[in-house]
């Protein structure tokens, strides 16, 4: 079932409305974003960053945001290398549920969810969900060895020079803050959005799971 909290609407680029949840998961998240997003260099993808003006940090409100199937917007086609050289298309995972997030070695937040997610995706794996992160700022061998370290077994694009995979996103959703994760729905659509680091592997796990109970 969907997470519960206070609901207040929002607007998107589509002037349509999503379901921002608070209440215990947005305290809980402002508590990690104090300490761990001041500490993470900002990473916009914003209009300044499409006309190559990229002005800096673009401040996330610490929300969670589920949009309902009627109000999604068109699928993302997104592509590039992963760390291991390997191209990649949304095409490949076609049909599935995704889990994407935006990340860098040197942010933080990163670091403190790398093993929620990694949890998240053992559960889910076998499940027809797949996970891929986005690297906006690292080489392959800095990537690599992050994942190392953090026991990372997801693939993730390189993205630091031709930002392939960010502005594939940012004609559908905003990446304001780094981390973002984004669960997508099985037609490619983004269903939910999570700004900042995930608080617990059960958080993310109910927004997979939401996306994996539809029909449509």
């Known amino acids: 079932m969907p997470l519960a909290s ?3 609407p ?3 680029g589509r002037r349509s409305r ?8 947005g305290a809980a998240l402002a ?3 104090a300490i761990g997003l001041s500490a993470c260099a900002p990473d916009a993808v914003s209009d300044s960053f499409l006309s190559g003006e990229n002005t800096g940090y673009v401040a ?4 969670i945001v589920e949009i309902p199937v009627a109000e999604r917007d068109e699928p993302v086609d997104f592509a ?3 760390e291991a050289g390997e191209r990649f298309s949304s095409a490949d995972i076609a049909g599935k549920v995704a889990v994407v997030n935006f990340w860098y070695a040197g942010c933080a937040p990163c670091r403190v969810e790398a093993g929620d997610l990694e949890a998240v995706w053992q559960k889910f794996g076998d499940q027809g969900v797949s996970f891929i992160g986005i690297n906006t700022r690292d080489q392959a061998d800095t990537a690599k060895a992050f994942s190392d370290e953090y026991g990372i077994t997801y693939p993730s694009l390189i993205d630091v020079d031709t930002a392939e995979a960010k502005l594939a996103f940012a004609e559908v959703v905003p990446i304001q803050a780094t981390p973002t994760t984004l669960v997508l729905d099985k037609q490619g659509r983004v269903a939910a959005r999570i700004i900042g680091p995930i608080d617990s592997p059960s958080i993310l796990s109910t927004l997979v799971k939401d996306a994996l109970a539809e029909t449509s």
Not at 60 to 63: E, F, I, L, N, V
């Open 6 to 8: 206070t609901v207040r």
């Open 10 to 12: 929002i607007r998107s």
């Open 18 to 25: 999503t379901r921002v949840l608070r209440g215990a998961v």
């Open 31 to 33: 508590a990690v974003f």
């Open 60 to 63: 996330a409100d610490g929300a």
């Open 80 to 82: 590039g290398v992963t």
